[in-house]
């Protein structure tokens, strides 16, 4: 859709083609959960989130930033501001529907003839696409090719397949030969094998102020939540590069959950070594370190005998409580998709090396990034950059 704008405000005549009966469903499930447009990060900084594609996404924010992703939401009559670490959401009094609304009036001024319900079928040709028109009437089911001086496929990742990113379009881009990495999940939950007596208490219960890491790699801090096939939240989802890579390697993927990571081990120790008398070990734990009811089910989970741990021992329990993960969610659930389009199949513009003038833009595109804005940004400036490339392709 950005590429539309920058291409219809370039004076080209653009055509958007949709399969759903409505433009950016995704866009608007993101609205749902906090709607983080992007992040006020420094520029270097926010590209090392983008992992190996960090060299590549600091020409591609260069060229569209967060700070031009502002202008643009402003320039549509959404101001933004900046929230906690960083985060940049839309005012309070804009709902994410209004964004969207006021971008498709934009893109309407603009001229850009949108065809919603239609859906993209292949290529044909050596410019060709083939699509067919869904809407219900005398024209249901009509296919139809289409011959355009250049195309961008943003045709999203494969989660939420529902919102319309149903990852369908892998064999259209394989027929032609392009280097596709596989799908994974992104940004999401964790299976542990968890006792059926500690599912059933446990429920969805939130841990607040934790940190956690996979096997020796740096902590995360923030919330997590326990539920009942594992946990999630934003250390689980920044995490899940490195849980997919344990366990490709044949596991064990080991997530170490501290519970007090503001505490100096010697405070620690010496809280724990308060006389307990009569207190039960949950009314202890809440006495002396201020712990939900839910840590000392958690304790034994890992250590049947938690409770009657020395003091020393139970702090390293309580900085380091071992979860054996078993897997991730599914795909459909991720908040976001690894994999897709590589790199290598495409040039510096992001155009397809196998057909030129076919570019590609967002989360089709093999890269992937944690939560905290990263991902809009990510498909806002690589759908900059693309109509960039077809703008120089055209002329
Ligand atoms: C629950 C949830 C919360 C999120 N929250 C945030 C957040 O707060 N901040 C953030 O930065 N990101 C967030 N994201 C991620 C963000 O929404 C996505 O990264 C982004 O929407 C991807 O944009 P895209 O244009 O690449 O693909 P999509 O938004 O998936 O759009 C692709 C479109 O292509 C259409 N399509 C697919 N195949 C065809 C075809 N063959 N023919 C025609 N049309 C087709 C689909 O119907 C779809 O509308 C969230 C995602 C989820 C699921």
Redesign the pocket.
């Known amino acids: 859709?950005l590429a539309a704008q920058r291409l219809a405000e370039a004076g080209l005549r653009v055509q958007l083609?949709?399969?759903?009966a409505t433009?950016?469903?995704?866009?608007l499930?993101?609205g749902?959960?906090?709607?983080?447009?992007?992040n006020v990060e420094e520029l270097s900084r926010f590209a090392s989130r983008y992992g190996a594609e960090e060299s590549r996404f600091e020409q591609l924010l260069g060229h569209f930033s967060p700070l031009d992703l502002r202008a643009w939401a402003a320039d549509l009559g959404i101001e933004t501001f900046v929230g906690t670490s960083g985060r940049i959401f839309p005012v309070a009094a804009h709902k994410p529907a209004d964004l969207l609304r006021a971008w498709l009036r934009r893109l309407q001024a603009l001229g850009v003839e949108i065809n919603t319900r239609?859906?993209?079928?292949g290529f044909t040709g050596p410019t060709g696409l083939r699509l067919r028109n869904d809407n219900p009437g005398p024209d249901a089911g009509r296919e139809f090719v289409l011959e355009p001086a250049a195309t961008v496929l943003?045709?999203?990742?494969a989660?939420?397949a529902k919102?319309?990113?149903?990852g369908?379009?892998v064999p259209l881009l394989q027929e032609i030969g392009v280097p596709l990495t596989p799908f994974a999940p992104a940004n999401c939950g964790a299976e542990v094998g968890w006792s059926a007596f500690f599912r059933q208490k446990i429920g969805r219960t939130p841990l607040k102020n934790m940190a956690l890491r996979v096997s020796d790699g740096p902590e995360v801090r923030g919330e997590i939540m326990l539920t009942e096939y594992g946990v999630e939240g934003t250390p689980v989802y920044a995490l899940t590069p490195r849980l997919r890579a344990a366990l490709a390697g044949g596991g064990p993927a080991l997530l170490h959950l501290n519970l007090k990571p503001d505490l100096p081990e010697a405070t620690l120790i010496h809280k724990l070594s308060q006389p307990r008398g009569k207190a039960s070990f949950s009314d202890f734990l809440k006495k002396n370190l201020s712990l939900s009811p839910a840590v000392p089910t958690l304790l034994r989970e890992a250590y049947p005998e938690a409770a009657t741990l020395p003091p020393a021992a139970l702090a390293a329990l309580l900085r380091a409580v071992p979860l054996p993960v078993a897997g991730l969610r599914p795909l459909d659930e991720a908040?976001?998709t690894a994999g897709g389009v590589a790199f290598p199949a495409l040039d510096e513009y992001l155009m397809l090396r196998q057909r030129p003038g076919t570019f590609v833009?967002?989360?089709?595109l093999d890269w992937e990034a944690p939560?905290g804005?990263?991902?809009?940004?990510?498909?806002f400036s690589t759908g900059a950059w693309a109509a960039r490339g077809v703008l120089n392709f055209v002329r």
Do not use: P
Request: aromatic share 14%; net charge neutral.
């Open positions: 859709m083609f949709e399969a759903q433009l950016g469903r995704k866009f499930v993101a749902h959960g906090g709607f983080n447009l992007s239609h859906r993209w079928l943003a045709l999203g990742g989660s939420w919102t319309g990113s149903d369908a379009w908040i976001s833009a967002g989360e089709m939560t804005g990263y991902l809009l940004q990510g498909c």
